[in-house]
């Protein structure tokens, strides 16, 4: 039978854990129940809240004592965290279900958060229906609205529980498609402004023996890429797309936050990067494009989307902050400059065509890696050029062969 890990505050929420343990069980699936809470569960645990705040280095006692919420709500987190990494690796977690507010969607949320991509995670919220990016963060976490408050069990949560514990079973018990074929990974960042070259590089990589998987540079998706490199599955990173160091900087929404284009670095992952589409940031619609750019070079991509295009100062600014990120890199780490433009809107003739902003980055890097171990690879073409992708893609090649050769 399937193991399922049901996480969750039984002092606010025990009539609602038991009745999905039972519907659990009736679906043939074994259950193991971990109290997240730090008052006195309603109904029996198999992993108490005391060895579930211990596991985090505290004391429920003193957690209750406090009165702090936020710091119980992550001290429990970071125990249920722990205790199924446990069960995990004894190979009794087959997938986890939780449900909650606010705080108990935290404490789901922190608990999966280390856990395998692929093993099932379904978390119950009343927080589903907005910004859910704290709680899905980077992983394949899947959220479910209670449409009702989860307090007790009714026609409508009768329903919407009974889905969840149906889904979770139904995930747990029909194994997964699984692509196994030895090639190594390799991950690439893209962007609709620089698909061409990408399309072009994984094309090669492909034809090279590689299985490559595209990140959207989003903000989630260079996050993504960042934590699927740290976890070291990743041989090499072609990080063709850097725009989301455009948004950190300027205030976009597509920030990827301080740490983009550290990991590869970090670990000592073979690299190649170029300053793809550092010519914009991203907005929303037009109209909520902050006051103070109003008078700014904007492009309306879409109703949703609005670009802006960086000024030679930011990009200037960019350039140093690349140059600092990979002078820092322990592995090999070769930078690509395409002298024609760095993104589909940054060509001649387009809207964002600006040489001179583009030479401010472009001289920054070069000032910025001089006397560095990162070689730089200036090529006389737009980035969109196949020819610039298909270089990028072999250069990856001969450097994650000459690793895998050392």
């Not at 854990?17 to 659990?24: E, G, K, Q, T, V």
């Not at 090499?236 to 850097?242: A, K, M, R, S």
């Not at 989301?244 to 690299?271: F, H, I, K, N």
């Not at 309306?300 to 990979?326: F, I, S």
Request: charged letters at 20%; hydrophobic letters at 45%; a negative charge.
């Amino acid at each position: 039978m399937p193991t399922i890990g049901l996480v969750g505050t039984l002092d606010t929420k025990g009539w609602e854990y038991a009745w999905l343990h039972d519907r659990l069980l009736a679906l043939d699936c074994d259950v193991v129940l971990v109290d997240a809470g730090i008052g006195e569960a309603r109904v029996p645990a198999d992993v108490g809240n005391d060895r579930v705040a211990l596991a985090a280095g505290a004391d429920v006692a003193t957690l209750r004592a406090t009165g702090d919420r936020g710091a119980a709500v992550t001290a429990m987190g970071e125990g249920a965290a722990a205790v199924l990494a446990e069960l995990y690796a004894q190979g009794r977690l087959d997938g986890v279900l939780a449900v909650g507010g606010s705080g108990g969607s935290s404490i789901a949320a922190r608990a999966v958060r280390d856990l395998p991509i692929g093993l099932p995670k379904l978390i119950v919220s009343t927080m589903a229906s907005g910004d859910v990016s704290p709680y899905v963060g980077t992983k394949d976490v899947t959220l479910m609205y209670s449409v009702v408050d989860l307090a007790g069990i009714n026609r409508v949560s009768a329903r919407v529980l009974g889905n969840a514990a149906a889904a979770m079973a139904g995930m747990v018990s029909i194994p997964s498609p699984v692509v196994e074929d030895g090639r190594p990974l390799v991950a690439a960042s893209m962007f609709g402004a620089t698909t061409p070259a990408v399309d072009a590089a994984r094309q090669r990589l492909d034809e090279l023996g590689y299985e490559v998987l595209v990140f959207h540079a989003t903000g989630s998706g260079g996050r993504a890429l960042e934590s699927l490199v740290r976890s070291g599955l990743i041989s090499g990173v072609l990080d063709l797309t850097t725009t989301e160091l455009a948004d950190d900087l300027v205030g976009g929404v597509l920030s990827a936050g301080p740490d983009r284009l550290t990991a590869a670095g970090a670990r000592g992952v073979p690299q190649v990067v170029a300053p793809g589409a550092l010519d914009m940031v991203n907005f929303g619609p037009r109209d909520t494009v902050p006051g103070p750019f109003g008078d700014r070079l904007l492009y309306v991509h879409n109703p949703a989307v609005t670009l802006m295009r960086t000024t030679a100062e930011e990009m200037g600014e960019l350039g140093r902050r690349m140059a600092a990120k990979l002078s820092s890199a322990t592995g090999p780490t070769v930078l690509f400059v395409p002298r024609r433009g760095v993104s589909a809107l940054d060509a001649e003739g387009a809207p964002f065509h600006d040489p001179k902003a583009d030479e401010s980055c472009f001289d920054a890097l070069d000032e910025g890696l001089r006397g560095s171990a990162v070689e730089v690879e200036e090529l006389d073409l737009h980035v969109n050029d196949p020819a610039f992708g298909r270089a990028m893609a072999d250069r990856l090649h001969l450097m994650i062969a000459a690793r895998e050769a050392a």
